[in-house]
């Protein structure tokens, strides 16, 4: 298939342009240099001569403190982007993918049992409402459209990139003694080079639609860290936090682990557990 990533410079970009041409696709990737998905005019420009099958957008305004004081950039990237993708697909008969996040949950405080896709979202942040209002646009305007919620991504292109948990964890470790995290959000991190096999398999299905795609099982900031310095073999002090003590600008999901069963049934794919996947990233 003819497929361009948009964002392929980013985490996950960087890894489906490898999972997709292993796979025998016909790949375009457009950095940030080459598309401005919140410009229609740079869609037009950077999409017409490649006259792809399959748009799939990685991008977006990730600064989720930042976007409760700025949300215009939130707003602008993460839902003006995803309908102007929509429209230019749906015009031109394209399909279009469209990442989106966990955060589209939290407003149920008491929540403890995994998120399906027909579970109503309810997010507590700018990014959050940014990232659903675009999921809203891709579905009401590109029938032929995959919305991808994930969680926690960590991929190499974070350690050159705009960074990911587990690159900041290693680079604190080395910096600090002693470190203070949160113990009070429950979610699944997960690993770009895994989702991006799952996207290479929803692909060959034409089962279009919401699909929930994480590692297995649930963890807490804390506990990841934790984690990773264990493999690592590095000897931090951990401080186990509640979110009130840390005084983020944006509210975050206390639970958002998604369950993921729709997409398994779909592709037959399996993720990993966190902890293995992790454990891989690290060995790698
Ligand atoms: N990271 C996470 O923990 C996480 C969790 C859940 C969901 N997601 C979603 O997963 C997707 C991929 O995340 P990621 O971690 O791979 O992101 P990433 O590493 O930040 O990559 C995003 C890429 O998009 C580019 N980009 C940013 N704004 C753009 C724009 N307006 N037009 C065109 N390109 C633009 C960036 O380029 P520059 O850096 O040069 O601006 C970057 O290369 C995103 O949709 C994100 O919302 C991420």
Redesign the pocket.
């Known amino acids: 298939m003819r497929i361009t990533v948009?964002?392929?410079?980013?985490?996950?970009?960087h890894d489906l342009m490898s999972s997709l041409s292993a796979d025998g696709h016909q790949l375009t990737g457009?950095?940030?240099?080459q598309?401005?998905?919140?410009e229609a005019a740079s869609i037009e420009t950077a999409l017409d001569d490649n006259a792809p099958e399959l748009v799939i957008?990685?991008?977006?305004?990730?600064k989720v403190d930042l976007a409760e004081s700025a949300p215009e950039a939130a707003f602008t990237?993460?839902t003006f982007?995803p309908r102007n993708l929509a429209m230019y697909c749906h015009q031109k008969n394209i399909r279009l993918m469209q990442?989106?996040?966990?955060?589209v949950f939290g407003l149920e405080a008491a929540r403890q049992s995994a998120y399906g896709e027909h579970d109503a979202p309810g997010p507590l942040s700018a990014y959050g409402q940014s990232?659903l209002a675009g999921e809203y646009f891709v579905r009401a305007i590109c029938p032929q459209h995959y919305v991808v919620?994930?969680?926690?991504?960590?991929?190499k292109?974070?350690k050159t990139?705009?960074g990911?948990?587990v690159e900041t964890m290693l680079r604190l470790g080395k910096e600090r003694d002693e470190l203070s995290i949160i113990n009070d959000q429950h979610c699944t991190p997960t690993s770009?080079r895994d989702l991006s096999t799952a996207i290479t398999r929803l692909i060959q299905t034409d089962r279009f639609g919401l699909y929930h795609a994480t590692s297995q099982g649930q963890t807490t900031w804390f506990e990841f860290a934790r984690t990773i310095f264990e493999l690592a073999g590095m000897d931090v002090k951990l401080n186990a936090i509640s979110t009130e003590q840390y005084h983020a600008a944006a509210e975050r999901p206390r639970f958002s682990v998604l369950d993921c069963s729709k997409l398994k049934a779909t592709t037959g794919f399996a993720f990993p557990d966190w902890k293995e996947a992790l454990k891989t990233y690290l060995e790698s």
């Open positions: 948009i964002g392929s410079q980013g985490q996950l970009g457009l950095t940030h240099q598309i401005s998905i919140e957008n990685t991008a977006a305004y990730n990237i993460n982007g990442i989106s996040t966990d955060y990232k919620r994930t969680c926690g991504l960590y991929g292109a974070g990139g705009n990911n948990f770009t």
